[in-house]
């Protein structure tokens, strides 16, 4: 799904009213997507640490919805899929500063969450039904704490991932995730190559160089399909792999804007350090062998990132709207030397023991 810039219907109304909701209110007419929209749009998704390019895809969608819950204001509980939103971010927190470990505050209400909440019910004395009802909220409320040094689940993360040295990566189970998809081409390089087939051109290198090294690697999508983020993140979750690295090609209305960027799962409250460690050395990578500009690396919510529970980082790898760029990720060369970075830097941080990278 994408709502963008020009469209009209009842789509866009509806992502007019919940925009209101959230204060970003905008001067165009009722279901008409013009400048004051994509501008409205784009302050949310710069709030939310998404892409800010001002169309609603799954992403900014699910995050629109997720954000106009308030705890209490539904029954929160385990379900399949997971009930999402700022109410179970809330609970996550919550909890997390009371030590109970609930994960991630990603605002998914999933096992680590569904196991922290009974075990607060527990320790509380109340029926222990995993139900984040109006009694659990009002006790909770009631106990809020906010001098925690530290959330329960930054430890446990550490203890999650701490993995010991390898000595080789025969074996790793990666998941490359080549972005867009056919349905979701993206932007187009200056001679035309659509985005996402450069990612899969990038990808499938990356691919056949660590599959030659002993690894496992698992693709997120095919050549003709493109399932949502989400489902990315359910599919590397269920092949248990170790490392996920997303490529991606960038675009900017100014044909001056190049260069390397990267990002993690992070908000305001917690970043994942094993997340970061790999983009840095991804985005570090690329920029030695291709000379682009290094444009660093930074926390998103992305649905990739916030859903699965491997490390993850996506790359852009250039934007395909800036000459140089675009020449050099629509080459055989280039794509290789891009490719080749991304094997390294993959094998050097499946080689470091994670107390390596430290918090």
Known sequence: MEIRHGQVGTE??????????????????????????????????????????????????????????????????????????????????????????????????????????????????????????????????????????????????????RRERRHSIAGARVMIDPAQGIDHPGTCALDGTPGHEIAWAIATLIQGQLAALGAHVVFSRGPRTTPTPS???????????????????????????????????????????QGRALALLVVDSIVAATGSPHCRVHPSTAALLRESRAPAAVVEVGFVTNPEDSALLTSTTGQRDVARACVDALSAYLLTPSDDWGP
């Open 12 to 161: 866009v109304e509806d992502v007019q009213r919940r925009l209101a909701g959230l204060d970003l209110p905008c001067d165009d007419d009722p279901g008409l997507f013009g400048d004051a929209t994509r501008a409205a749009v784009r302050t949310f998704q710069q709030r939310r640490g998404l892409v800010a390019d001002g169309i609603v895809g799954d992403d900014t969608w699910h995050a629109l919805v997720g954000a106009s819950y308030r705890l209490g204001d539904r029954l929160l509980y385990a379900t399949l899929p997971a009930m999402h939103g700022d109410d179970v971010r809330d609970l996550q927190r919550r909890l997390n500063r009371l030590g109970f470990d609930s994960g991630y505050d990603d605002g998914l209400f999933e096992g680590r969450t569904d196991a922290a909440l009974r075990e607060f019910q527990l320790n509380v004395g109340m029926a222990v039904d995993g139900i984040a009802g109006p009694q659990t909220i009002d006790l909770l409320a009631r106990l809020h704490r906010q001098h925690q040094e530290s959330p329960a689940f930054v430890v446990h993360e550490r203890d999650l991932l």
């Open 231 to 273: 489902r990315r993140a359910q599919h590397a979750n269920v092949e248990d792999v170790e490392a996920i690295l997303s490529i991606h090609v960038n675009a900017d209305a100014s044909a001056q804007a190049r260069g390397v960027a990267g990002h993690h799962f992070g908000t305001d409250v917690h970043v994942s350090e």
